[in-house]
């Protein structure tokens, strides 16, 4: 099992790694929003406070938006490309 702290929430989720964080907020609400789920839109930004490294890699489609969205935070992913192999915390991040 790993550990997903979602700040905004204060709010714990315990699940089986190597699942897509977007499909793991389908299964337990928080108040993360999705849109697309494409890495098109930026609805799901986060900023990765702990574990950016217990994260898949940036897909250049993820790249392309983050580079526009945020482009000084190296903390920052897309929720919707992300799947979770370790215990991490995330908050929304606006762009």
């Known amino acids: 099992m790993v550990s997903i702290h979602v700040e905004d929430d204060q709010k714990t989720l315990e699940v089986e790694p190597n699942q897509n964080l977007a499909e793991i907020c389908d299964e337990h ?39 526009v969205l945020a482009p000084d935070n190296p903390h920052a992913r897309l929720a919707c490309q992300c799947v979770v192999m370790g215990d991490i915390s995330i908050s929304t991040l606006k762009g």
Do not use: K, M, W, Y
């Open 29 to 67: 609400p928080i108040s993360l929003l999705f849109g697309c789920r494409e890495a098109s839109c930026g609805t799901c930004l986060i900023e990765v406070v702990r574990g950016i490294e217990n994260l898949s890699p940036i897909t250049a489609d993820e790249q392309d938006l983050l580079d």
